[in-house]
């Protein structure tokens, strides 16, 4: 199986409210077990491209899987995204989310829109009941396992907060991120939820400015 260390940025606030120890233990929890937990702690509130890029590179893993600090891994995360990855050969593999709500899954019919409310209903056609069509990319989540290499040639960096798609959410590093290395490698999808994201509307959304959101 691969050498994975997982990547994670977060801030003072998160540990205060416990969702940073969540996550961790959520890494301790993998029935396939990371060699490494790289944990930048964004101190000086910089934002999560900054808080990202430094995490990564403390990982020395030849794989890397994001995870942010409100979120968590259910505990077969890391073996699904794994084996997919050695059953594909790709660069980049992804899964689906379980929506939660303080600490409370919804369900799996729930997603959010980008005013921070949630809609009743199946996941959009194509975005995460689909496979992967690098003529038409499409925006994921940061919660992904990729090649640490192919991380570091790619990178992290502060993107304006001049656009948005029409549902409302804010293009992010994520998204360009993704969108360079579906230039240069193989994406995968894995039509299986296989961690939790905590929809709180308190996140700082990669931006400096919001640094003392939950």
């Known amino acids: 199986m691969?050498?994975?260390?997982?990547?994670?940025?977060?801030?003072?606030?998160?540990?205060?409210?416990?969702?940073?120890?969540?996550?961790?233990?959520?890494?301790?929890?993998?029935h396939f077990p990371a060699?490494?937990?790289?944990?930048?702690?964004?101190?000086?509130?910089?934002?999560?491209?900054?808080?990202?890029?430094?995490?990564?590179?403390?990982?020395?893993?030849?794989?890397?899987?994001?995870?942010?600090?409100?979120?968590?891994?259910?505990?077969?995360?890391?073996?699904t995204l794994a084996r997919a990855q050695e059953e594909t050969g790709a660069d980049y593999v992804y899964s689906w989310y379980n929506l939660v709500r303080l600490g409370h899954p919804l369900g799996d019919t729930y997603f959010p829109r980008g005013d921070g409310t949630l809609t009743d209903g199946v996941f959009p056609?194509?975005?995460?009941?689909?496979?992967?069509?690098?003529?038409?990319?499409r925006q994921t989540t940061i919660t992904f396992l990729v090649r640490t290499e192919l991380a570091r040639e790619v990178g992290f960096w502060d993107v304006a907060d001049e656009?948005?798609?029409?549902?409302?959410?804010?293009?992010?590093?994520?998204?360009?991120f993704t969108l360079r290395c579906n230039d240069i490698a193989k994406i995968h999808h894995v039509v299986e939820r296989t961690w939790y994201w905590e929809h709180h509307g308190l996140n700082t959304s990669g931006r400096p400015d919001r640094g003392d959101a939950a």
């Open 2 to 30: 691969l050498d994975i260390g997982v990547v994670m940025p977060t801030h003072p606030n998160r540990a205060v409210n416990g969702l940073t120890q969540r996550a961790i233990q959520s890494v301790f929890a993998q």
């Open 35 to 79: 060699t490494q937990l790289c944990v930048f702690n964004d101190v000086e509130k910089k934002g999560a491209p900054y808080a990202r890029q430094r995490a990564l590179e403390m990982n020395t893993c030849a794989w890397t899987a994001f995870l942010d600090s409100d979120d968590w891994f259910m505990p077969h995360h890391l073996e």
């Open 125 to 137: 056609p194509t975005h995460y009941t689909e496979p992967w069509d690098p003529a038409n990319p």
């Open 163 to 176: 656009h948005t798609f029409p549902d409302g959410h804010r293009v992010g590093e994520d998204w360009h």
